[in-house]
């Protein structure tokens, strides 16, 4: 298998190999976000091409080339995928950083290692799954049977490419399916040379296969596709709402994870210096690109002064530069137009009650998609910055009196992804535990991830949980199946004259 290169032209991954460019399809150029080059281009897979691709994985479905192989093998098989990206995980974090702009340096750990233990975690998982046999009455004997189930529809955003595309391949191919994964126009590399590392490792043509373009053109022909028996989002709240109603059409399942709102509740018993080092964590890394972002913190007024000295001070000091130098703590947005939007909050009006604490402008390089740490102090829960997903590097700071107005606070949005709390009394942590109306709640920690733990979103944040339970529910069909143990007494026989 030909290793992917960069200033190539990137197609579709259709049947265990890239396609052929075709001469009419609309190309759209990758941009490096630190230096604003062009380093790819890509082909954009139109209806065609998406049938194609959906085709490829139906025929692989019927033939039974993967879900029919013995468990052993097809753990063998995402085995392998470990070892390999294990092997090339210079050049898949190289890919990511210049695809996305996260530093180098920090890649390992949140990209490559994530993916290694999505794969890892569902072999060990098929090493142990076992399902319900009972026999009670002792006419039958009645067992679950689960059952893929089909093609499914992948569709991963562009702020964590690799890891959270992997998160939806993996435990589509543990429980036997096959899969047509669409992500990001703007940051297709590092998944486009990880379909190389899926054949390599053994998984067969056509069972994995990549179409790449824009939402409304290769995303909604992949979702509305007849073929696709389920769909599984993650992305903004709009694009999401168009699936579930293309979804629902077809009677089709349909996960979700969209944005957040998230709030870090910073207690007057907190340890501080722990608080500042975990908001700081929760809002700027990855450029605060993160659905679950701790992008509202709320800080009790008898620490608050305190909080944002040390808060500011550490947000002005975050070393913003070339993703592949050593000391770059933070990179830059992933594309032009979301640094535009991301400013654009950076503005506060007169009378909006928003002070603007830290950062808010563009750093000083000549190129690329900088822009500095931004600290905004926010009078009313009520404002534009409180309110709205800005998926950037802008921490927005609110003060609170009482623990239950910052309940009321926290709950005051239309997400609900994610909570911090920052705290060390047992009452607030069982407190916000019970009444923070979130699908995720983080006690003295930044968010951490459990696969055998459910993770996703309230209200405006989504539909659906990903973690074993849930994922085993969604990527496959229970069927309830009774075996008579001896000749079972009819309760009446029909045509007997």
């Not at 991963?156 to 990001?184: E, R, Y």
């Not at 709009?238 to 509740?265: F, M, P, W, Y």
């Not at 070339?322 to 506060?348: I, N, Q, W």
Request: proline residues 5%; hydrophobic residues 45%.
């Amino acid at each position: 298998m030909p290793a992917f290169v960069l200033n190539s032209t990137i197609t579709s991954f259709i049947d265990g190999a890239f396609v052929a460019a075709r001469p009419d399809s609309h190309r759209i150029a990758v941009i490096n976000p630190s230096t604003e080059e062009t380093v790819a281009q890509l082909c954009e897979a139109d209806v065609t091409e998406v049938d194609r691709a959906v085709q490829a994985a139906r025929r692989s479905f019927e033939a039974g080339s993967w879900h029919r192989l013995p468990v052993e093998q097809r753990i063998g098989v995402l085995r392998r995928v470990c070892a390999l990206i294990e092997r090339d995980a210079d050049e898949l974090c190289r890919l990511e950083s210049i695809d996305l702009g996260i530093p180098c340096s920090q890649a390992r750990g949140m990209v490559t290692a994530r993916v290694i233990r999505n794969f890892g975690f569902y072999a060990d998982h098929l090493t142990q799954a076992a399902e319900r046999a009972v026999r009670q009455d002792g006419l039958y004997q009645r067992y679950v049977h689960r059952d893929p189930v089909g093609v499914c529809a992948l569709i991963s955003p562009w702020n964590a490419p690799l890891m959270l595309a992997t998160s939806k391949i993996a435990p589509a191919l543990a429980f036997g399916n096959s899969c047509v994964i669409k992500t990001s126009e703007y940051t297709p590399l590092a998944l486009a040379r990880f379909m190389t590392l899926l054949a390599e490792a053994g998984v067969p043509p056509g069972v994995v296969n990549l179409v790449n373009g824009r939402g409304h053109v290769t995303g909604a022909s992949l979702v509305a596709h007849p073929d696709v028996a389920l769909v599984s989002f993650t992305g903004g709240g709009a694009a999401g709402r168009q699936i579930a109603a293309t979804a629902a059409a077809g009677l089709k399942k349909c996960d979700l994870e969209l944005g957040g709102k998230s709030a870090s509740i910073v207690s007057d018993s907190a340890d501080l210096e722990a608080a500042v080092d975990g908001t700081l964590l929760g809002i700027f890394a990855n450029s605060g690109q993160m659905c679950f972002a701790g992008s509202r913190i709320l800080v009790q007024r008898k620490v608050a002064d305190d909080f944002l000295d040390r808060f500011v001070s550490r947000a002005s000091a975050i070393r913003v530069g070339d993703p592949f130098e050593a000391a770059t703590e933070m990179g830059p947005l992933a594309y032009a137009a979301h640094l535009e939007r991301v400013l654009s909050y950076c503005k506060p009006v007169a009378g909006d009650g928003v002070t603007v604490l830290a950062g808010g402008r563009r750093t000083g390089a000549q190129r690329g998609y900088f822009m500095e740490p931004t600290v905004l102090l926010a009078d009313s829960a009520d404002a534009r910055v409180c309110q709205e997903e800005i998926f950037g590097p802008v921490a927005t700071v609110l003060r609170y009196d009482t623990f239950d107005e910052a309940i009321a606070i926290a709950n005051h949005s239309r997400y609900g992804l994610a909570g911090y709390l920052w705290s060390n009394r047992l009452d607030e942590s069982m407190a916000a535990g019970q009444r923070m109306r979130t699908g995720s709640l983080m006690v003295n920690s930044p968010m951490v991830f459990d696969l055998r733990m459910p993770f996703g979103g309230m209200r405006e944040s989504g539909v659906g949980r990903e973690g074993i339970e849930s994922l085993r529910n969604f990527y496959s069909e229970e069927k309830a199946i009774a075996i008579a143990m001896q000749p079972v007494p009819l309760p009446l026989r029909l045509g007997v004259r």
